[in-house]
């Protein structure tokens, strides 16, 4: 159960004047005894990515699964807490958790592609929330997916013809980002998404990362610190559960304010 009756903290007033996509307050987490998130707050605003670093198992693939509640059903889970989307409680009784779930889109360390062709993976999600009207719109959509995950050129003559398992690795990140953006999510939640793949296919995902930041909010875990440097306009440092520092990217960067968050950024621990 999601106790909300916290009080939020008073945080930094967003980028722009225009209110967050969603706030994040007092969350806690735990598992059975274990209490895996402690006090954490942040914003997410439009048109950004923002980046979580941190050491291995300190909560940022925690909180990230709670943004879109990938959590639901987790035996002997239990949160506290706020979170709201455009204003709203996403654990409030009106909020229908298969639709809260559709306005994102995840994308996985492993490129996980159905065992399907290259176009029933992009086509799928657009069918089963019925985004387009007919096989015309349908024929269209998948295009423009793939086309937006700089992917179209590479396949769009064996689209029928091979299956997603088929392509390299990065060739599958860039396909399951496609498949990713076919429900029209408004944010894009990004677990290590170049964790698995070469440098080469890296720099095309992080070009492609960037190329969809005006039109979707970008919360990305990743371990490089040269990554997070590249892509995010803000960091916030995980450490032990809590959300020690949030910033600006160069900010953090530069003169973080935590000893760990300097010594994490310096290559000391991680």
């Keep these: 159960m999601f106790d909300a009756d916290n009080t939020a903290e008073t945080l930094p007033r967003a980028r722009s004047n225009r209110p967050p ?13 274990k209490q895996a998130l402690i006090d954490v707050n942040f914003d997410l605003h439009e048109s950004e990515i923002l980046a979580f ?15 879109n509640r990938m959590h639901d059903g ?35 360390q492993k490129p996980n592609p159905f065992p399907m062709t290259i176009w029933r993976n992009v086509a799928y999600g657009a069918q089963i929330h019925g985004i387009t009207r007919d096989r015309a719109e349908l024929e269209a959509h998948v295009e423009d997916c793939l086309r937006r995950a700089h992917l179209w050129d590479e396949v769009k003559d064996k689209l029928h013809t091979m299956e997603g398992t088929e392509l390299s690795g990065g060739q599958q990140q860039r396909l399951c980002i496609a498949r990713a953006l076919s429900t029209k999510p408004e944010v894009l939640l990004m677990d290590e998404p170049t964790g ?18 005006p039109d979707h909010s970008i919360v ?5 610190m040269m990554e997070a440097r590249r892509l995010a306009d803000r960091v916030a440092y995980f450490h032990l559960g809590r959300l020690l520092e949030i910033g600006p990217t160069e ?6 304010r935590s000893d760990e968050a300097r010594r994490f950024i310096a290559g000391k621990f991680g």
Aim: negative net charge; contains cysteine.
């Design 21 to 33: 996509v969603m706030e994040i307050r007092d969350l806690n987490l735990w598992y059975g005894e």
């Design 53 to 67: 670093i941190g050491p291995s198992g300190c909560g940022k693939t925690t909180t990230l699964k709670c943004l």
């Design 74 to 108: 987790t035996r002997d889970l239990r949160m506290s807490g706020r979170i709201t989307m455009h204003g709203q409680d996403i654990h409030g009784e009106d909020v229908d958790p298969p639709l809260h779930r559709r306005r994102f889109g995840w994308v996985a």
């Design 196 to 213: 698995s793949i070469d440098p080469i296919a890296t720099a095309a995902i992080e070009d492609l990362m960037l190329s969809l930041k």
């Design 220 to 224: 990305v875990v990743t371990h490089s």
């Design 251 to 256: 900010q953090v960067f530069t003169a973080a």
